[in-house]
Nanobody
Framework: QVQLVESGGGLVQPGGSLRLSCVTS????????MGWYRQAPGKQRELVAAITTRGSTHYEESVKGRFTISRDNAKNTLYLQLNSLKSEDTAVYYCNADQTIFLRPWGQGTQVIVSS
């Protein structure tokens, strides 16, 4: 069974940076595109960044220019570099396939709190 293990979250001041990691097992990386999602309190989970197997990326408008998604296929690991963090970036961040039909059971996520 595929497992998704996210890490790297924490408490950071506005303007700060974090780097999130997601280690996958099974065939996740061979399926295709991967993505980072986030769910803020009281809101639905949303896809904020995606990357194809060839490295093409797509970002949700509010994170463009601040977040960078990358993947290491040899390590089955997905990354998300978060820069210039804002309070509205506070959420639990998850990784998974970037297409609904390929979604696997969600991991525990990693909490990002942006606060002074």
């Amino acid at each position: 069974q595929v497992q998704l293990v996210e890490s790297g979250g924490g408490l950071v001041q506005p303007g700060g940076s974090l780097r999130l990691s997601c280690v996958t097992s099974g065939d996740m990386f061979s399926i295709g595109g991967m993505g980072w999602y986030r769910q803020a309190p009281g809101k639905q989970r949303e896809l904020v960044a995606a990357i194809t197997t060839r490295g093409s990326t797509h970002y949700e408008e509010s994170v463009k220019g601040r977040f960078t998604i990358s993947r290491d296929n040899a390590k089955n690991t997905l990354y998300l570099q978060l820069n210039s963090l804002k309070s509205e970036d506070t959420a639990v961040y998850y990784c998974n396939a970037d297409q609904t039909i390929f979604l696997r059971p969600w991991g525990q996520g990693t909490q990002v709190i942006v606060s002074s």
